[in-house]
Nanobody, 120 residues
Framework: QVQVVESGGGLVQAGGSLRLSCAAS????????MGWYRQAPGKQRELVAV???????NYADSAKGRFTISRDNAKKTVYLQMNSLKPEDTAVYYC??????????????WGQGTQVTVSS
């Protein structure tokens, strides 16, 4: 009953920008934390950025100063604005949402992933 759909990935030159979007839909009571993770071939999936329901954010050191995570609660959407992209940012980016039901029970959902490729 819940769908998490990502978009915005693509090919960009080093120094360029991309804006990723992730929209949650379906049977949703509320959304707690929303975040972005990424995984490159041969590497573990790593956290890029998260944003809490209160608007607090946390970034990986590699993303600080370049990436900005934000959310639109009315649209149930989280964004990741990526500037000054580097080749090492190349990865599949996954959206993660922590949903809460009326009892406060949390369930995490993952998006399908969107490819970001940064050329040098």
């Amino acid at each position: 009953q819940v769908q998490v759909v990502e978009s915005g990935g693509g090919l960009v030159q080093a120094g360029g920008s991309l804006r990723l979007s992730c929209a949650a839909s379906g049977r949703i009571f509320s959304i707690n934390v929303m975040g972005w993770y990424r995984q490159a071939p041969g590497k573990q999936r790593e956290l890029v950025a998260v944003v809490t329901s209160g608007g607090g954010t946390n970034y990986a050191d590699s993303a600080k100063g370049r990436f900005t995570i934000s959310r639109d609660n009315a649209k149930k959407t989280v964004y990741l604005q990526m500037n000054s992209l580097k080749p090492e940012d190349t990865a599949v980016y996954y959206c993660n949402v922590d949903l809460r039901n009326a009892l406060g029970y949390g369930l995490q959902y993952w998006g399908q992933g969107t490819q970001v490729t940064v050329s040098s």
